[in-house]
């Protein structure tokens, strides 16, 4: 059986497709395209501007085209959303929009569902951690003891304090406390921040983007500090030759690689392992699971 699973995140849409073979997910293809549908926070709220939607909706109409061609039915596939729609202030109007360029329902994830699921996706993936963190553009997730959602993600720090990476490090340390989190054995990371890391520090072309050549990169402390100061010094013109990234983007994994080095100093941790296992490995579980299956481990 082929399954699938088309992720719509606040900054980019990734999808998955996998053979179910007993208690095995196998990969056969994964995607991953920017589409920086959140454009324009303001006051808490979403409100993606109409090229980005545009943007958006193209996206999702190849990717239905291409599960087409992998033979995934319609059975077989999963859309969801994270933060992208969670505090989307139109949603009402373009869930069923973005239904009909997918050609399957929508399903909007609550933060701690999503927490969970990433969780489920690394242990899946076979990265032992005791927390997990997946950052997205709108939120940071975080499954230690239990679930952690905050408004912390990476588009959004950009919004409230533009390249000051002491205002959004000072901001993120006082929701981590306030939240009652303090120590951690282990992390691993999910989430488009931590897979971009993961390709700066493989130098992996974006073009060139499988789970395989990411799952279990580890990543110290150091590196994240190095990247973020060195993409927040760069000219545009070098920033959009380092894995592909344009301005905007590489402004936002700064702001999240500011997030990642703050969580890892407050957990006291010199490195985290990344997982590209994450919170589409665990939706493609459940796809499988509502489908008579019983997946327990993947294969890259």
């Known amino acids: ?20 073979d007993g208690d095995v997910l196998r990969l056969v293809d994964a ?14 709220a979403f409100s993606p501007r109409p090229e980005a939607l545009d943007r958006t909706l193209a996206v999702l109409r190849g990717l239905k085209t291409r599960l087409d061609g992998l033979g995934v039915s319609g059975e077989g596939r999963s859309f969801f959303a994270t933060e992208s729609l969670r505090a989307l202030s139109s949603a009402g109007a373009i869930v069923p929009v973005l239904e009909g ?11 701690e569902e999503e927490a969970r699921l990433s969780c489920e ?8 951690a005791e927390a997990v963190f997946d950052l997205g553009g709108g939120s940071l997730e975080i499954v230690a003891d239990g679930a952690l959602s905050f408004p912390l993600g990476a588009v959004r720090l950009m919004d ?21 989190l303090s120590r951690a054995a282990s992390l691993a990371g999910v989430g488009g921040t931590s897979s971009a890391l993961a390709m700066m520090v493989r130098s992996l072309p974006k073009e060139l983007y499988r789970p395989d050549g ?3 990169t580890l990543l110290s402390r ?5 990247m973020a100061r060195d993409l927040a010094a760069m000219t545009a013109e070098r920033r959009r030759a380092v894995v592909g990234l344009d301005p905007k983007r590489a402004d ?3 702001a999240g690689l500011t997030v990642i080095e703050t969580l890892m100093a407050h957990l006291g941790l010199e490195a985290y392992r990344h997982s590209e296992c994450d919170l589409l490995w665990g939706m493609a579980r459940r796809r499988a699971l509502a489908l008579g299956f019983s997946p327990s481990s993947v294969r890259l």
């Open 252 to 254: 936002i994994i700064v």
């Open 121 to 128: 996706g690394v242990r899946l993936g076979g990265i032992e």
């Open 1 to 20: 059986m082929r399954v699938a699973v088309i992720d719509l995140g606040s900054n980019s849409v990734r999808s998955l497709a996998v053979d179910v």
């Open 31 to 44: 995607t991953s395209t920017i589409t920086r549908f959140t454009e324009g926070i303001g006051e808490g």
């Open 222 to 226: 150091w590196q994240v500090r190095l």
């Open 160 to 180: 409230l304090f533009g390249g000051n990476r002491r205002g959004m490090a000072l901001h993120v340390l006082a929701a981590l406390k306030a939240s009652g």
């Open 101 to 111: 360029a997918a050609e399957a329902v929508l399903q909007v994830l609550p933060g």
């Open 214 to 216: 990411l799952h279990g």
